[in-house]
């Protein structure tokens, strides 16, 4: 089963970006679907991110006009563009893939925290 890994998560100021990756390790290109997860404490885990089985990308409406999703095949890797970053992003985020549905795998997670 592929191992997904995480990283880019930290600490930013509001306003500011941070990008997202998880490398996968194998390849992801037997993997329809693709996208990120995030969970704040005390909250239930939300999709913020995906790709579809055709390739077109889905954006939780919090995020819209923000985040952007993308992938790259040779590396293996599905990234996570985040820009105007707000308090209420603050999570962990989660990559996950799957064939026919997400969730075949799923990363450790990574902690952004959007904090003056």
């Known amino acids: 089963q592929v191992q997904l890994v995480e990283s880019g998560g930290g600490l930013v100021q509001p306003g500011g970006s941070l990008r997202l990756s998880c490398a996968a390790s194998g390849s992801i290109a037997s993997f329809n679907r693709m996208g990120w997860y995030r969970q704040a404490p005390g909250k239930q885990r939300e999709l913020v991110a995906s790709?579809?089985?055709?390739?077109?990308?889905n954006y939780a409406d919090s995020v819209k006009g923000r985040f952007t999703i993308s992938r790259d095949y040779a590396k293996n890797t599905v990234y996570l563009q985040m820009n105007s970053l707000k308090p209420e992003d603050t999570a962990v985020y989660y990559c996950?893939?799957?064939?026919?549905?997400?969730?075949?795998?799923w990363g450790q997670g990574t902690q952004v925290t959007v904090s003056s």
């Open positions: 790709f579809t089985s055709v390739g077109w990308t």
């Open positions: 996950t893939v799957g064939k026919y549905v997400l969730g075949d795998a």
